[in-house]
């Protein structure tokens, strides 16, 4: 119980703070006190002031609204390519395969990448590069209405790895369609797509 | 009536809806993952954010009351629904009418879902174009800047990609 005494004290005095703490890191972390702690951290919510939103944060909602992904739109108003920010997730993540992380990375940023699975340490590195919980802006693609596309990823079973280098779609022989079996996972893979 | 949903009261008046969703959206997104999980309650904030968008867009407002308790009464109602898997009955003040939802929305995401995939196929620089445009919902222009190239060539690999997404489409079907 201490521990979640603990958790709640921190993820208090955070949302506090204004940072947005990342409840379900904190859920995580409490292991069998998680509903003792979220049934703390509901109450709590139900009677704390919202603190005022930063102007990230009324960017980022200003384009989900709009039907453009929040962590473009954060990435935007921070001036930075996509390189750049692939280059900075290459170094503080030791993945050595650019093209194949700046893929994952354009995948997890335009929300068709489920974020559900993506590792912990993705979600640390962009928190670190960024400054704020990208955890809690990324969302799948959505419709103008905003119905989530969360059932859609679970529906269509466990994404495929990204493949080392792109298939050559065009010069496959017309009479043998690709191989469907979805390459094995490695270090990378495991990142963005956890371990299923 | 606090300074603070006096202040919101003002938001909703001038009609900075933005501003408000993102004020609550912690609010909003740490009740709905405590009531259930990180994946549902992820979809349930967001069915929360939306619904008050649509209700906003509609024309709703709500003299008197302040929107913290709109906020946390449709994060209640949106929860109902969510574990009871249908429409909940819980009867909505004076003049709110619950969002329409639609169900055009499944075949828009299937659709983008698949693309998203076929696109992940394309040659790496029609790729990028592709996702920048299509997926991401930028400009030609704003791609071109962002790939470091011009509009035209941006159109040129898109014009290329859509050919082999053509193709890829008819070779599925």
């Known amino acids: 119980m201490a521990d979640v005494d603990r958790l709640f004290d921190e993820f208090a005095a955070a949302y506090v703070r204004g940072e947005q703490p990342d409840i379900g890191a904190s859920l995580a972390l409490a292991?069998?006190?998680?509903?003792?702690?979220?049934?703390?951290?509901?109450a709590f919510l139900r009677v704390a002031p919202a603190p005022e939103?930063?102007?990230d944060d009324v960017a980022v909602m200003h384009a989900r609204l709009g039907g453009e992904p929040g962590l473009l739109a954060l990435r935007k108003r921070r001036a930075r390519k996509v390189d750049e920010v692939v280059s900075d997730l290459a170094e503080l993540l030791e993945v050595d395969d650019i093209a194949r992380l700046r893929r994952y990375y354009q995948r997890l940023e335009g929300g068709t990448l489920d974020p559900g699975p993506v590792d912990q340490r993705v979600w640390d590195a962009l928190r670190d590069l960024f400054v704020t919980?990208?955890?809690a802006i990324v969302r799948p693609v959505t419709t103008p209405t905003g119905e989530s596309a969360m059932a859609y990823y679970r529906r269509g079973g466990p994404p495929r790895p990204l493949e080392k280098r792109s298939p050559m779609i065009l010069s496959a022989s017309a009479s043998e369609p690709p191989a469907r079996d979805a390459p094995e996972r490695d270090e990378l893979d495991r990142l963005f797509l956890g371990d299923d | 009536m606090t300074d603070d949903d006096a202040r919101d009261a003002h938001l909703l008046e001038?009609?900075?809806?933005?501003r408000l969703l993102a004020k609550y959206h912690p609010v909003i997104l740490g009740r709905c993952i405590a009531r259930t999980n990180v994946r549902d309650g992820e979809d349930v904030a967001q069915d929360v954010e939306f619904r008050l968008f649509r209700e906003f867009q509609a024309g709703k407002?709500?003299?008197?009351?302040?929107?913290?308790?709109?906020?946390?009464?449709?994060?209640?109602?949106?929860?109902?629904?969510?574990?009871?898997?249908?429409?909940?009955?819980v009867p909505l003040p004076e003049g709110w009418e619950h969002g329409d939802g639609g169900l055009g929305f499944e075949l828009e995401l299937v659709d983008r879902l698949w693309i998203a995939d076929l696109v992940e196929q394309l040659p790496p620089v029609e790729r990028d174009a592709c996702t920048l445009v299509y997926i991401q919902g930028m400009s030609p222009a704003q791609a071109a800047a962002e790939l470091d190239t011009t509009p035209n060539n941006v159109h040129q690999r898109l014009f290329h990609a859509r050919r082999r997404l053509e193709e890829m489409i008819d070779g599925d079907g």
């Open chain 1, 53 to 55: 939103p930063r102007d």
């Open chain 2, 14 to 18: 001038d009609g900075h809806i933005d």
């Open chain 1, 133 to 135: 919980n990208v955890r």
């Open chain 1, 31 to 42: 292991g069998d006190g998680a509903d003792e702690l979220a049934r703390l951290i509901d």
């Open chain 2, 61 to 89: 407002r709500y003299p008197g009351i302040p929107y913290r308790v709109v906020v946390h009464n449709v994060i209640r109602w949106t929860l109902a629904e969510h574990f009871q898997g249908r429409a909940t009955d």
